[in-house]
């Protein structure tokens, strides 16, 4: 691993004093858990940590993209989340001490801030406000993770891949990678992994949405062109 600059380092601390956990805080109170950080660079594919590794550190994406994967029953991996900068991941385990739920691995090149379990931890006694923050990032969490379910279990595959677009896209910067907003930053199959199908079924869904013009498809980029088109297939079920 390339150790960062100075530069690097000072920008990082930055980036990291805007995540949602110490937005709001007051300028020591930030400084003195950021001062902990530790800076990483990590490659795209380089695997952060894995499920059922021990929970002894939290991270923040200063740059790139992670993402958020379970191996499912049937061999492929079930996409739970991309993670943009400014968020966190691996709170979970850190807080209860217990063994990571989920695989985490850079989908591209990426900046990552790591604090350690101890440090989070005193952090939040002396911070008893930040509490409510992380509470906040855990409940939406879940309930992203619940409508994910849901839609695998109870939508059929053209409804859930609309929504799935649809959110993405929503989520999505509008400075990333220097795409529009209105483009997927996800391959076919990380979109087939999310919504639980074959890659081969998306694919055919998406090159009849194409034909259709409600998205289009050029060197395998999926922009959505007609979002109230996407919409109505979204609620079919």
């Not at 110490?22 to 380089?46: H, S």
């Amino acid at each position: 691993m390339v150790e960062p600059n100075r530069t690097t380092l000072d920008k990082a601390r930055r980036l990291l004093g805007n995540c949602d956990l110490f937005r709001g805080l007051k300028a020591d109170e930030r400084n003195a858990i950021i001062k902990q950080a530790r800076i990483r660079n990590v490659a795209a594919g380089d695997r952060i940590f894995s499920i059922g590794t021990p929970g002894d550190h939290m991270v923040a994406v200063l740059a790139g993209q992670i993402r958020i994967t379970l191996p499912s029953s049937n061999g492929r991996e079930l996409l739970l989340g991309v993670l943009e900068p400014g968020e966190l991941f691996g709170e979970i385990a850190l807080l209860d001490g217990r063994e990571r739920t989920a695989d985490a691995t850079a989908g591209t090149a990426s900046v990552l801030a790591i604090l350690e379990r101890h440090d989070v931890l005193s952090f939040l006694e002396r911070n008893p406000a930040a509490w409510l923050k992380i509470v906040e990032i855990l409940c939406g969490r879940i309930r992203q993770a619940d409508v994910q379910l849901a839609e695998v279990a109870l939508m059929r595959l053209p409804a859930r891949l609309a929504k799935a677009i649809l959110r993405i896209v929503s989520n999505q910067p509008k400075t990333a990678a220097g795409y529009k907003k209105s483009h997927v930053l996800l391959t076919q199959q990380e979109l087939a992994n999310m919504v639980g199908a074959r890659r081969e079924t998306v694919n055919k869904n998406l090159r009849a949405w194409h034909r259709q013009g409600l998205v289009k498809i050029d060197d395998g980029r999926i922009a959505v062109t007609d979002w109230s088109g996407l919409e109505l297939i979204a609620e079919l079920d």
